[in-house]
């Protein structure tokens, strides 16, 4: 019988959302034959200290210890989206879980998820996190239409939580013991309550930890499920070496399951997870990662945005960093992209568009003359550029890009940038 004072999240269900969920892999046993899920490891940094992580590999929240990603960049995110997407067919979800945590990394996150979502609308996108932030973005979570969240609570009381996590970096400062567990167990069921408040389908994930929080699992079952949670996923503690718990016995499935079954009665169990990789694409049993790695030096033959390279002039100082403004620039070093491969092509040799004010009116030959040493190029990619050259370049058709990334990362930020810009159906409401 349902307590008169818990939310359950699948009463609420619309019709739309339940034939979404349909599709999940995670959130429905019926998918996870049919569709695939592809991680975003877009999500380094984290914001808390969990004994049972060593911060070399992934966050093990979702992951099995040992296991590391490589870390890709919003714009490398989507290239290598669309090759999936094009190799799988049926992948229906998009997630964020690591290696780090998603709400740590959140402008890179966001990012991510706004690009690919303007290139595929259809896809659901999900979020894993240990609920440190949640209060803070919950409202960025609706307002992106995110309806899958998974939240790691491993306890309800400080005293436990001391002893399951270090510490936490919260608002510039560093908690630690009770103190850090405090705020942490509290934006937990802040930020829960907010997103089921939100329709946002809640999965709780709880690490099994002998000794420390065994006994405890139901009463955090209990409440999650009354917070109006849509189900629970107990996992076991598999001790990271490196780790705190490096030590600490691993909880066998056996154990797991018991205490699924006796949670069962309270909330719908998640059985058939697989502590996937941040990097994980494929059905949940049959990881594909390995086939779609360092994707962008790659070739995608068949990718329909492949189209053509576009020609990029860059203002750099060492061809590593998007670091000098593009008055200050003597030389421009021209690229090539088309979104997946990047080819350098030479350096020219130009003159410096600004030379101070007491020049400044002698300077109109030699903004025209800077203008007509690129005018084969689609793009400049600069740290900064003023109005009024912005206006000269697009006289010319060629677009101005502002970037303070990598060369590499910048490039592919202009592929996208130009790509929008010839096919607006394929708009980038990018931050
Ligand atoms: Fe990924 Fe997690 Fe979303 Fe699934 S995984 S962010 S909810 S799309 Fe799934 Fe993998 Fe288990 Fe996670 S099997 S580790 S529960
Ligand atoms: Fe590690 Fe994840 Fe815990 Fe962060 S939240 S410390 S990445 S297990």
Redesign the pocket.
């Known amino acids: 019988m349902e307590n008169a004072c818990s939310k359950n999240a699948a009463f609420l269900m619309s019709e739309e959302l339940a034939k979404m969920t349909a599709r999940h892999p995670c959130y429905s046993l019926d998918a996870h034959h049919q569709f695939a899920r592809m991680h975003l490891p877009v999500a380094p940094v984290?914001?808390?200290?969990?004994n049972?992580?060593?911060?070399k590999y992934?966050?093990?929240?979702?992951s099995r210890p040992g296991v590391t990603s490589e870390v890709l960049t919003p714009e490398i995110s989507l290239t290598k989206f669309i090759r999936v997407k094009e190799e799988m067919p049926h992948l229906s979800v998009v997630g964020i879980a690591?290696?780090?945590?998603a709400l740590?990394n959140w402008d890179v996150v966001k990012r991510s998820i706004k690009l690919i979502k303007a290139e595929s609308p259809d896809m659901i996108f999900c979020l894993s996190?240990?609920g440190l932030m949640l209060p803070h973005y919950g409202q960025d979570i609706i307002d992106l239409g995110i309806k899958h969240v998974t939240v790691?609570v491993n306890c309800l009381e400080p005293a436990i939580g001391a002893k399951i996590?270090h510490h936490i970096h919260y608002r510039g400062k560093y908690y630690v013991g009770e103190n850090a567990a405090e705020i942490l167990i509290h934006n937990q069921m802040e930020g829960i309550n907010i997103l089921v408040d939100h329709g946002i389908l809640v999965k709780v994930n709880i690490v099994m930890i002998k000794d420390i929080n065994v006994e405890h699992i139901p009463e955090v079952v209990k409440k999650v499920k009354n917070l109006g949670a849509l189900m629970t996923n107990i996992m076991p503690l598999i001790p990271a070496p490196g780790s705190v718990f490096q030590n600490f016995p691993q909880t066998s499935m056996k154990e797991v399951n018991a205490l699924r079954d006796l949670c069962q009665t309270d909330i719908s169990q998640m059985r058939h997870c697989q502590q996937c990789r941040a990097d994980a694409i494929g059905l949940l049993s049959e990881d594909q990662s390995y086939k779609f790695r360092h994707v962008k030096a790659d070739t995608v033959k068949k990718c329909k945005f492949r189209a053509r390279f576009y020609k990029v002039a860059v203002t750099s100082k060492h061809k590593q960093l998007v670091d000098l403004h593009y008055g200050h620039a003597e030389e421009f070093h021209i690229y090539e992209t088309d979104g997946v491969d990047i080819r350098f092509i030479e350096t020219r040799a130009t003159s410096k568009y600004c030379l101070g004010r007491v020049n400044c009116d002698e300077t109109e030959e030699i903004k025209d003359a800077v203008i007509q040493g690129i005018t084969d190029c689609d793009a400049v990619l600069t740290m900064r550029i003023g109005y009024e050259a912005q206006q000269r370049l697009r006289e010319q058709g060629i677009s101005a890009v502002e970037s303070c990334a990598s060369v590499e990362e910048g490039l592919f930020h202009v592929f996208h940038q130009l790509r929008h810009e010839a096919d607006p159906s394929a708009a980038l409401d990018v931050i």
Do not use: L, Q
């Open positions: 984290c914001n808390i200290s969990c049972y992580c060593h911060r992934d966050c093990v929240n979702e690591g290696p780090g945590d740590a996190t240990n790691t996590y």
